[in-house]
């Protein structure tokens, strides 16, 4: 057998197999380990932030590894199942939560919130949509925004911030209330710009970062400042969160300047440009 440095051929095998058993069983336990010991936090998001936080999300997992984050969508009012109110009253176990900043500061007068964990994450405008391929009305200013809805056979919104906005306050304001009784639906529970997107509504207003991820329409653009609404996006942890340290570390990078870069990139305007 030859032999070297007074070791076989089968000794010196023998020996690499054995240590390379070791470094397996020890990667292998370290891995287990943080998957045994990885926190797990439960996110809710308003569909207006969903698409930056996916992509936020890929940074912060990589700084902080041991911990997971479970993310879940649902608006910051309404009445669906879904709704990031009715998700709290039912006591449904949540970490954190982003929504529409006013609804948020209700949630924290009510002690839904831990006192003091609310951090402003991002503006977002109200835009308007029509399907891929369809005739582009004009929404350039008040005048423009009364001719098209006024001409527009079916009007699609949201049964969030943006829809409560245009149903309760500027379709009144701009006189076209009753006009549009018939043909303007609140759609809850999905995207708008889906809706639009199959044909069942004409034209779709929602939050222009909502609208921008959806495939099959055109963006006609936001609407001008006459009639604009500007929602503020923010996140606070949940009162009865049993990670607080890990949504405190979360938060934090939300609000960096780190994030706002990303934030612009998904069609919402960051909160250091005001």
């Not at 197999?17 to 936090?41: H, M, N, P, W």
């Not at 921008?212 to 942890?237: H, N, R």
Request: aromatic share 6%.
């Amino acid at each position: 057998m030859r032999k070297f440095n007074n070791f076989s051929v089968f000794q010196l095998t023998h020996y690499c197999l054995k240590s390379l058993r070791k470094v397996i069983l020890t990667f292998g336990l370290f891995t287990l380990s943080q998957l045994i010991f990885a926190e797990e936090l439960s996110v809710v998001s308003s569909g207006g932030f969903a698409q930056a936080f996916v992509q936020l999300s890929v940074p912060f997992s990589k700084s902080y590894p041991d911990i997971k984050i479970e993310l879940q969508r649902g608006p910051s009012m309404g009445e669906t199942a879904n709704a990031i109110p009715k998700r709290l009253a039912r006591g449904e176990m949540v970490d954190v939560v982003i929504m529409a900043d006013d609804m948020l500061d209700q949630l924290m007068t009510q002690g839904k919130l831990l006192p003091g964990s609310k951090v402003v994450l991002a503006r977002s405008l109200i835009a308007a949509a029509v399907k891929a391929g369809a005739p582009k009305p004009d929404i350039s200013s008040k005048e423009a925004l009364v001719k098209t809805l006024l001409a527009a056979k079916s009007i699609a919104y949201s049964d969030s911030a943006s829809g409560e906005y245009l149903s309760n306050e500027l379709f009144p304001r701009l006189g076209v209330s009753e006009q549009l009784k018939l043909k303007a639906k609140k759609i809850p529970a999905i995207p708008v710009g889906e809706v639009v997107a199959s044909g069942q509504a004409e034209i779709g207003f929602q939050q222009y970062s909502e609208l921008l991820p959806v495939q099959g329409i055109e963006i006609l653009g936001k609407l001008s400042s006459d009639v604009q609404k500007e929602t503020f996006f923010s996140a606070a942890i949940v009162s009865n969160s049993k990670h607080v340290e890990s949504a405190k570390a979360l938060l934090k990078f939300l609000s960096s300047a780190q994030a706002q870069t990303i934030v612009k990139q998904t069609g919402l305007d960051s909160v250091l440009d005001k």
